[in-house]
């Protein structure tokens, strides 16, 4: 379809495309680059000398620093906090949207302005009642806490979601024999699967990049969560920085590959226009 | 036995009646339209029997039980959406079978009744498809099939052609009725096209704002309409509703006594209802009842010509065959003869009963 | 079967009935994690900035004192400026540049839609790990940032961009803007691809050139995502701790001091809890007010 309403030199559009891109992705080819440089090309005058690359920052990052146990403590918290979220979603969402009950508005607004409060306001007072209850250093404190950002999140993105699955399949259902359990099971949650499965993979990049709870609840090394973890290799000029960035390239593969393997979704289903409350 | 009695049935929506006391009786086997404008309140009633609806007031029986307040599950209903309704995560095959499979049937014999169904309805090649992957009209005989697999006492249809486009409309019109004719359910269907409901159905209800203005048969209802809207609605074009004195008095007065057996008739209080087809341009008949006017407009139907006449403060269609096509702004004289008269009070628009026959 | 039909009967009945608890009981959950961990802490902070609390030892009421100290010292004062200074410099730029690249990447095209998929990478991934790259950029000695300009003939002298504290607050709000600017932009394209093609071509059928299609088409049709956008930047920008924390730590001497980062200065370092809180307490009015204005004009823009 060629219009040219609405064209803008596209050719010329496309290029800039290609000079954006450049731009914001040269931070991240700067981390790849700087992590296959030897020590010696890293501290040279010249950033830009690329006579002999090395694989050893990598091989030195996952030998002698953490990194694996942070990789891990990451996965275990998000995986953990990010389902417990879901689950607590999928029911608000859908009573929300289902059902009708006195209060039910002024909630809803209740919850996305708790979910608008900053994380470096919250931190303080979770930090005694953390330490109170004894579970500083602990899983258990970021697991109970994420879902505080992870489960309005996931509600706001489910409502959209849920609002565009015709009632009519549900009713249906009913005409055919389900009971109203029935017809959740079989048909409403099979139905939103993709968005159920966009959404969690969303809040576990979320979960995933959190700094501040993680920061200040666990001080052990070997419990700390990843992006701690290698925030922290900087301090005290223990690591050059080729291994530094490598355990940061690193870093970014998880990410990467969910978001890259959900866009396509977030871009179609067009979330953000449950942005108009 | 497949009886519907509703009795009494309303339904508020915060303020807004959608529907306002309907009673209403549906056969057993009858194809029953209910017909009426967007906002009638026809898809509520629909929804009602269905159950999908929390009823305000009223009852609803099924064959003599009552069914008002039972789960849609158990109500023996099935219903084919405007929207298909297909379940998006299912074949087709697995839509057809849902429902079977729900109501216990084995996976072997879901399958079996299905693919007889799907091959009546010549959906058979589609059985391994989604529905994302089907066009409008493959949709909705999914839809249909889906229905007739669940033996159903009673078929309910919310306007299920409006999605389609104009031929697959023609189409399945058809096939419904066959359908209908083998499967012999009663059947209710809701529309607001007046060509489905008049070609489909064995009785048709009209509704207007919340409740039914008529019953009868196709024939009644356009022979015989009820009141001015019916007899406005009805037909394409409708009928031409005239106040009684756009007509010359001395014609009228003593035509309308006759033929309600009246001796005071208050002739501001009377209005005429002729079909654009009842009127003739050509014969000089006696006794005819007379109108002049003036040629506006000319449509070229095919077959015929409509011929928009004005006549005094009112535009008049006129439907004929023409042999020589009037000049625009020309004059012109339309016959009517009585007996085509139709004639309703202008308060109420109710029709008036004719007494004595004008001959 | 009649006494299995009544049964029915009244089950179904009483599932309709218990729809109003249900809706509740579902909500419950959301509601206990929201109380529990945002609402009550909220009400904790109140409680607590009138305290001297310290950590490991319990705390004693001492009314407005901390406030009254808080708004003696200067360091507050400055971290107020900075917060201020880094969310309006951040959040003009990210909505300013996200607006255009959304616009310019917004296209069919393969290279449009390859960078339209790759663009949210830059906040996707966490954001202390970016903040690290960033902060090896603007390393003095030799960081890549400084060579670049220098190559490009720019600049003569390096730019201090970490010891100098002009450059520091200018510096994070360049990495805060890196990071946002992308989701603004997804956000933008998921609404323009929302306006209906109809409405550009009617304007250009009145005559309206590519520029006044942008004012009279483009843009009013974005004002609900607009607003949001301002509202959820300008609270993230506030709250912003990582970067802050990874690159500059609040310094060169306090230069990039914010309140977010000065509650954690003063809470842990210092260990003087009630402050850090009476410090916190200070961002939860801006955000609350932020979020009734923003929703006042949402709602207008919305009707």
């Known amino acids: ?277 | 036995m497949a009886e519907i009695n509703i009795i009494n049935l309303s339904q508020r929506f915060g303020d807004l009646n959608a529907v306002d006391n309907i009673n209403l009786r549906i056969f057993d086997g009858e194809f029953f339209a209910i017909l009426g404008p967007s906002g009638c309140g026809k898809t509520t009633i629909l929804r009602a029997i269905a159950g999908l609806n929390d009823i305000t007031t009223g009852q609803i029986y099924l064959d003599g039980q009552d069914i008002t307040n039972l789960h849609p599950r158990d109500r023996g209903v099935a219903m084919v959406f405007q929207t298909f309704a297909l379940y998006p995560h299912l074949t087709v095959l697995g839509n057809l079978m849902f429902g079977q499979r729900m109501r216990g049937k084995s996976k072997k014999e879901a399958k079996k009744k299905s693919e007889e169904v799907a091959d009546v309805l010549k959906i058979k090649q589609f059985l391994s498809r989604k529905p994302k992957q089907l066009s409008g009209g493959e949709s909705q005989r999914v839809a249909i099939g889906r229905a007739i697999l669940q033996s159903p006492k009673i078929f309910l249809l919310d306007e299920p052609l409006s999605n389609l486009d104009a031929k697959m409309r023609v189409d399945l019109r058809s096939e419904l009725l066959e359908i209908h004719k083998k499967i012999k359910a009663t059947t209710i269907y809701v529309t607001h096209d007046q060509v489905e409901a008049l070609t489909l159905a064995d009785r048709i209800a009209i509704m207007k704002d919340g409740s039914i203005l008529q019953i009868g048969t196709p024939k009644e209802i356009f022979d015989f309409p009820d009141n001015t809207f019916v007899a406005e609605f009805i037909g394409n074009p409708g009928m031409n509703i005239i106040d009684s004195s756009l007509i010359p008095t001395r014609d009228i007065l003593p035509l309308l006594e006759t033929m309600l057996n009246k001796t005071s008739i208050d002739c501001e209080n009377i209005q005429i209802g002729i079909r654009p087809t009842d009127f003739d341009i050509t014969t000089h008949n006696q006794d005819a009842v007379r109108l002049e006017g003036q040629v506006i407009f000319i449509e070229n139907l095919g077959h015929e010509y409509i011929i928009y006449v004005q006549v005094k403060t009112k535009r008049l269609l006129v439907q004929q065959k023409l042999n020589k096509i009037p000049e625009l702004g020309t004059k012109i004289i339309l016959f009517v003869n009585r007996q085509k008269i139709h004639i309703f009070e202008s308060k109420t628009g109710k029709r008036l009963p004719i007494l004595v026959n004008p001959d | ?303």
């Open chain 3, 1 to 303: 079967m009649n006494k299995g039909l009544k049964d029915r009967i009244t089950l179904y009945k009483s599932v309709k009935r218990k729809e109003k608890y249900t809706g509740y009981l579902l909500s419950l959950p959301l509601l206990s994690v929201t109380v529990l961990v945002v609402i009550i802490p909220v009400i904790w902070l109140l409680l607590m900035s009138f305290t001297n609390k310290t950590i490991g030892s319990p705390s004693t009421f001492i009314g407005l004192a901390n406030y009254f100290s808080l708004f003696r010292d200067d360091v507050f004062w400055k971290s107020v400026t900075n917060t201020l200074k880094f969310s309006v410099g951040s959040v003009i730029f990210q909505l300013l540049i996200g607006l255009a690249v959304a616009l310019i990447i917004n296209g069919s095209g393969i290279v449009k839609l390859v960078t339209r998929s790759l663009i949210i990478l830059p906040w996707a991934i966490p954001g202390a790990i970016t903040a690290l790259v960033w902060l090896w950029m603007y390393y003095d000695i030799n960081g890549v940032i400084n060579y670049a300009l220098r190559t490009l003939g720019l600049i003569q002298k390096d730019i201090l961009w970490l010891a100098n504290p002009t450059w520091a607050l200018t510096a994070i709000i360049i990495v805060n803007v890196w990071r946002i600017t992308p989701f603004v932009s997804i956000a933008i394209i998921a609404a323009l691809q929302n306006i209906p093609h109809s409405l550009y071509e009617s304007s250009a059928l009145e005559g309206a050139t590519t520029i006044k299609q942008f004012f009279f088409v483009t843009l009013p049709n974005l004002k609900s995502v607009i607003f949001t956008l301002i509202l959820l930047c300008t609270i993230w920008s506030v709250g912003e701790f990582q970067i802050i924390h990874v690159i500059t730590k609040g310094g060169p001497a306090n230069a990039t001091q914010t309140l977010a980062t000065l509650a954690y200065e003063v809470g842990f370092r210092g260990s003087r809890l009630g402050q850090s809180v009476a410090i916190s307490l200070a961002i939860l009015p801006v955000v609350l007010t932020l979020i009734l204005i923003i929703s006042h004009f949402l709602k207008k823009a919305v009707t």
């Open chain 1, 1 to 277: 379809m060629t219009q040219k309403v609405g064209r803008f030199r596209p050719r010329l559009t496309s290029f800039l495309a290609i000079l954006i891109l450049l731009v914001f992705f040269f931070p991240l080819i700067w981390m790849l680059v700087t992590s296959i440089k030897p020590h010696d090309l890293i501290y040279s005058s010249n950033p830009f000398d690329f006579s002999h690359l090395t694989m050893d920052n990598y091989f030195k990052v996952l030998h002698d620093t953490s990194f694996i146990r942070w990789i891990i403590n990451s996965f275990i918290v998000a995986v953990v906090s990010t389902f417990i979220s879901l689950v607590v979603s999928i029911f608000a969402a859908y009573s929300f949207i289902k059902f009708d009950f006195p209060g039910k508005d002024s909630i809803w607004k209740g919850i996305l302005i708790c979910y608008l409060l900053p994380t470096s306001l919250l931190f303080i007072p979770l930090y005694t009642f953390i330490t109170k209850l004894g579970l500083f250093d602990t899983y258990f404190a970021l697991i109970l806490v994420y879902p505080s950002f992870l489960a309005p999140f996931c509600t706001w993105l489910l409502y959209g979601y849920f609002k565009s699955i015709p009632s009519e399949i549900e009713e249906v259902a009913l005409l055919e024999g389900c009971t109203y359990t029935q017809c959740i099971l079989r048909i409403v949650i099979p139905v939103a699967i993709p968005g159920i499965i966009s959404t969690g993979v969303l809040a576990l990049t979320l979960a995933w990049g959190e700094y501040i709870y993680a920061l200040v609840f666990i001080n052990t090394n070997l419990l700390k969560t990843l992006p701690v973890g290698v925030a922290s290799l900087e301090a005290g000029d223990v690591y050059s920085w080729g291994p530094i960035m490598a355990a940061a390239i690193l870093s970014c593969i998880p990410p990467t590959i969910a978001y890259l393997t959900v866009q396509r979704f977030f871009l179609k289903t067009n979330i953000f226009l449950s942005l108009g409350r």
